[in-house]
């Protein structure tokens, strides 16, 4: 890819970030099924936003997308930090709420998973993107005063930054002015 890109002076995607309006469950389930067509082992999701914003809602849409199996319960890690899942690629999905350091972090061995060639779906996950190998998509998600719901989109990498586009795209999203 750098070769390329030295031969023929493309430029690295840039940095844009997308607001997402998710009105309803459904809208929400669509954005996670246009991830699911986009993602690939390895990749890195963060997901924020604040208590009830919808992240276990989105991430069990999302696992659906990769045909976990509708008899396995998907529910949320809040205690047990981490649920894994066999679909179309192994997934974790971990919930950090309650780590309270990288030390932590790593006895948890969500890196290594990564490493192996799973999907890591992390919610609470900002404070430790860089010792989740970084290069991350992030998906904060905002439910207004007013009860109405968003996600903002972003990414930290190349590898991330061609995933929200790629996301972008499947959820016919537009990036920011
Ligand atoms: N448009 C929407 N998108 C997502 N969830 C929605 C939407 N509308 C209503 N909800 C409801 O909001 C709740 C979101 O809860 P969820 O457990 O996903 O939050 P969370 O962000 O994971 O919280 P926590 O930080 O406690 O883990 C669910 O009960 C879901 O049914
Ligand atoms: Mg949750």
Known sequence: MRLLRACFGATPLANVTTIAALPTRRATIRLARALATVLARGDLVILSGDLGAGKTFFTRALARALEVSREERITSPTFTLIHEYVGRMPIAHADLYRVADEDELVQLGLR??????????????????????????????????????????????????????????????????
């Open 112 to 177: 290594e998973r990564r490493g192996d060639g799973a999907v890591l779906v992390v919610e609470w996950g900002e404070p430790f993107e860089a010792a989740l190998g970084g290069d991350a998509l992030r998906i904060t998600f905002d439910l207004a005063p007013n009860g109405s719901r968003s996600a903002r989109i972003d990414a930290t990498g190349e590898r991330s930054r061609e995933l929200a586009d790629a996301l972008r795209a499947a959820n016919g999203l537009l990036p920011e002015a």
